[in-house]
């Protein structure tokens, strides 16, 4: 069935550098892929998404393309802040429109 | 900005009670979901909800759990007799379109932590 893995936590990072987190996919056809984010004690907010194939998603300096020939739909950014601290999911559109999530990955940037 | 809403932020419950989870949806949305994440696990579909009725759920969605929306606003996941292994974070979630790809955009709550003792 399809499915998300992504890369395990915690990541912590210095302020202003690069971040990338893996997510690999096993889907059927070509689903729709996204990254949400969870800032503490709110709820999940889409970041951005992709919904065929090359496509790249981009928001508030976070990128991710989707990339068939590899599975995958890593999420990058350039220069990361504190406020970038978050937990990071990454999921794929089910045929019966939910979402198919991964575990989560959490971020802390330090100052 | 329209935000969905969730009560209680935290329940705590003995084991075989019953629990209600409320959810208030964005007003002109259409589809709704719950979801679960019990702790250090992944988020895990439960049951999605269109046109006063159940579209779909997961195997997790037995008989124990029910859902409804018994006004224009509110959206309940109902847990007849809770278990110990049913302590984990529910999340309710709304969208205003259905693509049977999967690419429909969906809204999350701050969920309600639910700890069975």
């Known amino acids: 069935g399809n499915s998300v893995t992504q890369m395990e936590g915690p990541v912590t990072l210095s302020e202003e550098a690069f971040l990338t987190i893996n997510c690999t996919y096993t889907a059927t056809g070509y689903p729709s892929l996204f990254w949400y984010v969870q800032y503490p004690g709110e709820g999940l907010q889409l970041l951005l998404k992709?919904?065929?194939?090359?496509d790249k998603g981009s928001n508030k300096g976070f990128e991710a393309t989707y990339r068939k020939e590899t599975t995958s739909f890593h999420l990058e950014k350039g220069s990361v802040q504190v406020s970038d601290s978050a937990v990071y999911f990454c999921?794929?559109?089910?045929?019966?429109?939910?979402?198919?999530f991964g575990k989560g990955t959490k971020l802390s940037v330090k100052p | 900005e329209p935000e969905v809403t969730q009560t209680p932020s935290h329940q705590v419950t003995q084991m075989g009670q019953e629990v209600i989870l409320r959810c208030v949806p964005i007003?002109?949305?259409?589809?709704f979901y719950w979801y679960r994440q019990i702790l250090g696990q992944k988020v895990e579909f439960l049951v999605s909800f269109y046109n006063n009725e159940i579209s779909e759920k997961s195997e997790i969605f037995d008989d124990q759990f029910s859902v409804e929306r018994p006004d224009g606003s509110n959206f309940t996941l109902k847990i007849r007799s809770t278990k110990l292994e049913d302590s984990a974070m529910y999340f309710c979630?709304?969208?205003?379109?259905?693509?049977?790809?999967?690419?429909?955009?969906?809204?999350f709550g701050p969920g309600t932590r639910l700890t069975v003792l």
């Open positions: 979630a709304s969208s205003p379109r259905f693509r049977p790809s999967g690419g429909n955009e969906q809204f």
């Open positions: 992709a919904t065929k194939a090359d």
């Open positions: 999921a794929l559109g089910g045929s019966q429109g939910n979402l198919i």
């Open positions: 007003s002109n949305h259409l589809y």
